[in-house]
């Protein structure tokens, strides 16, 4: 079975810095995807940024990248230059056969 | 407003009645997922339909509960005598699916149900 781990359950960063959140899977599949979901308070929950698993280069959109290290089945995400938007619950996800399973999500809050 | 919509958005129930959820997915998206969140909790897959059949459904998925997407339109999830243990965000989210490719799924905004 595969499982996401997420170890901060809490993280905060000030407004304009950059902050990573950890994540770590369990899988035996080779061919996978990787995801980051944000959910803001109250507000549903939105893709921010994936990753093929076949692929080597790290995923990035805009402020934000990843660190997709496979062998250590880690999957990081940086958040550059933080806004106050920003602030959400942050879930890392694995995706087979259609079915998403998804960490415990980190809280990330940024502070003005 | 083309997205995933549910409803209703909140749902207060007693012990022991039968609810009923309902997602909308964004027009032509032919897969459906029901997803349940509990507070503190990443989702938790229940089930997925691609049209109208029912692909997959999760040992989490009790015999109380069922879940219907008659028309490969809209879907329905049913909850027969509620438990305090069933309260949790209920989230559907829907996607395209795309031959030899990923699919993107778009959440809806949840039904929050609370049993008392």
């Known amino acids: 079975a595969q499982t996401v781990t997420q170890s901060q359950p809490e993280m905060s960063v000030q407004e304009a810095e950059t902050v990573t959140l950890s994540c770590t899977y369990d899988?035996?599949?080779?061919?996978?995807?990787l995801f980051w979901y944000k959910q803001p308070p109250s507000r549903q929950m939105i893709l921010v940024i994936r990753?093929?698993?076949?692929?080597?280069q790290n995923a990035t959109e805009n402020r934000f990248s990843v660190n997709f290290q496979k062998a250590a089945k880690s999957f990081s995400l940086k958040i550059s230059d933080s806004q106050l938007g920003d602030t959400a619950m942050y879930f890392c996800?694995?995706?087979?056969?259609?079915?998403?399973?998804f960490g415990a999500g980190t809280i990330l809050r940024v502070k003005s | 407003d083309t997205g995933v919509s549910q409803n209703p958005r909140h749902k207060i129930t007693k012990r022991g009645q039968n609810v009923t959820f309902r997602c909308d997915p964004i027009?032509?998206?032919?897969?459906l997922y029901w997803y349940r969140q509990t507070l503190g909790q990443g989702p938790e897959f229940l089930t997925y339909?691609?049209?109208?059949?029912?692909?997959?459904k999760s040992r989490l998925l009790s015999d109380r509960f069922s879940a219907e997407r008659p028309k490969g339109s809209f879907s329905t999830l049913e909850i027969q005598r509620t438990e305090q243990g069933d309260s949790a965000m209920y989230l559907c989210?829907?996607?395209?699916?795309?031959?030899?490719?990923?699919?993107?799924?778009?959440f809806g905004p949840g039904t929050r149900l609370t049993v008392l």
């Open positions: 339909f691609q049209n109208e059949a029912q692909l997959e």
């Open positions: 996800a694995f995706m087979k056969h259609s079915k998403l399973v």
């Open positions: 027009s032509e998206h032919n897969r």
């Open positions: 989210a829907s996607s395209l699916d795309v031959l030899a490719g990923y699919n993107e799924q778009f």
């Open positions: 899988t035996s599949e080779n061919n996978y995807y």
């Open positions: 990753q093929e698993a076949y692929k080597q």
